[in-house]
């Protein structure tokens, strides 16, 4: 009697403690890497349910919490899901299940989002977005371009051809029908006035652009136009000579060819000038998405021809077909041409610290996918970061750009970037620190992807089915 009176009491003023918050995963004992902020936070537990992380808790205080599973982590670090933030899926229907089974590679490597540029399989990439967010399909969240825009008689497939500013506007209406997260612009066969009214089009209807560098184009014109990002660094070896404005008007008057001017802005490299230009892009918000592996891997192909690639058991056949164009035009380059393959890239490599400086944001990307040689889905991240840090910059620098800068170009920093409550629950368990060693991205002991946990087990499962997959093919 006396102790449901006290119960009573208790209830009726406050005392009895609220029932524990319900949640799906608790991962505990672990470092947490604020990667915006370059630090190591000890101390605190990630609390999951569903899709989202609940909440980032002191350890001490998870007695308010019941989850379903709890895991612990002494010893590990955990860092937000890693973005590759350029990769295409294409080579044509007859490849789409060997595109599709690239999807776990991502995964099983730590890449719980990619950033689609364009293939010729745009609209069974965009059903794969859609699939992967309902859960009817396994594989990193994808933001997609769409089919990109080109000019007519495209060297590429799956483009839609513009040639006037009522075409821009049909293709970017289309783009905006299927809810394309972004539009990709290439260059090889579009004016130069319709590439610059596409970027002021897209930019005008609040859509992020990306794009390569128009040949008749100078970097400031594109950056004015409102570009969101650079794909490819070695487009900005053109802006790093005091020649830029004269070599663009050359190739725009067809008395000289872009290789020739890609020829003459290196032997006519300026620091100071570069410094200048990137201060300019800077200023004006235009990102850069590197793609530095696969380049040198391009111009290196002389030293290293990757047939004993132990990944390729990851790649299907007709994919690996794809490979060879790039392989066999670089068969024919004599010395000369190999000499200049290697020169253009270091020049370039060299100038990733200098876009740092300058306070140009960095995105990482890799260009993984068809046709670019031996650069595999889900390794190329790392490899891609690996070179940053070779490049110049430092380690928290290159995993800023793989976690942080491409949600911020899409504006979903909201939803990315950082483990934080509300925060989508992608989060990778390291082995090592990644702020003291980049390789330490390599070192992964488990994955979670919108709050489902992948142990190292199941990764390697992934892994094994894959290479089994492709092994019967």
Not at 98 to 119: K, S
Not at 400 to 405: G, I, L, M, T
Request: hydrophobic share 45%; with cysteine.
């Amino acid at each position: 009697m006396k102790r449901s009176l006290l119960a009573a009491l208790a209830a009726w003023s406050g005392w009895v403690a609220a029932a524990p918050i319900s949640a799906d995963l608790i991962l505990r004992d672990a470092t947490v890497v604020d990667v915006a902020a370059g630090r190591l936070v000890k101390g605190q537990a990630i609390v999951t349910r569903g899709e989202r992380i609940l909440a980032v808790v002191d350890e001490k205080k998870l007695g308010d919490y019941k989850a379903s599973r709890t895991v612990s982590l002494k010893g590990r670090y955990l860092i937000p899901g890693l973005w590759d933030s350029h990769v295409h899926f294409g080579g044509g229907e007859a490849l789409i299940e060997e595109n599709r089974h690239l999807l776990p590679l991502y995964l099983a490597h730590g890449i719980t989002t990619v950033r689609d540029c364009a293939g010729d399989l745009s609209d069974t990439v965009l059903q794969w977005r859609d699939d992967i967010a309902s859960k009817k399909l396994l594989g990193p969240t994808l933001f997609v371009s769409g089919a990109k825009l080109e000019g007519y008689k495209p060297l590429w497939k799956g483009t839609q051809e513009v040639g006037t500013p009522e075409e821009v506007t049909q293709a970017l209406d289309k783009l905006r029908n299927e809810h394309a997260d972004f539009v990709k612009i290439t260059e090889n066969t579009m004016r130069a006035d319709i590439y610059l009214d596409a970027l002021r089009q897209a930019k005008a209807r609040g859509l992020p652009s990306s794009a390569h560098l128009h040949g008749q184009v100078t970097l400031d014109q594109a950056s004015e136009a409102g570009l969101g990002t650079l794909e490819h660094l070695n487009y900005l070896l053109r802006a790093a000579t005091p020649r830029e404005a004269e070599l663009t008007a050359q190739v725009a008057a067809g008395t000289i060819t872009a290789r020739s001017a890609a020829e003459q802005s290196l032997v006519s490299y300026d620091e100071a000038t570069a410094r200048a230009a990137f201060k300019r892009l800077a200023a004006r918000g235009t990102a850069v998405v590197p793609t530095l592996s696969v380049i040198r891997i391009t111009a290196y192909l002389d030293q290293d021809d990757h047939a004993k690639d132990d990944y390729l058991k990851y790649i299907g056949p007709k994919l690996r077909q794809t490979y060879d164009w790039r392989v066999k035009r670089a068969a024919l380059d004599g010395p000369d041409a190999i000499a200049y393959r290697h020169a253009s890239y270091e020049k370039t490599a060299r100038l990733l610290p200098l876009l740092a400086e300058a306070g140009v944001e960095i995105v990482a990307g890799t260009d993984a996918g068809f046709l670019n040689s031996f650069d595999y889905p889900g390794q190329a991240l790392h490899d891609e970061m690996a070179v940053y840090v070779r490049s110049g910059l430092t380690p928290t620098q290159a995993l800023r750009s793989a976690v942080v800068a491409g949600p911020r170009f899409l504006g979903k920093l909201e939803r990315y970037g950082a483990l934080a409550e509300g925060k989508t629950a992608d989060i990778v368990v390291l082995k090592a620190n990644p702020l003291e060693d980049i390789a330490a991205t390599r070192q992964i002991d488990a994955v979670i992807t919108r709050g489902r946990l992948l142990d190292r087990p199941r990764l390697d499962a992934m892994l094994k089915e894959v290479s089994d997959w492709v092994a019967q093919q």
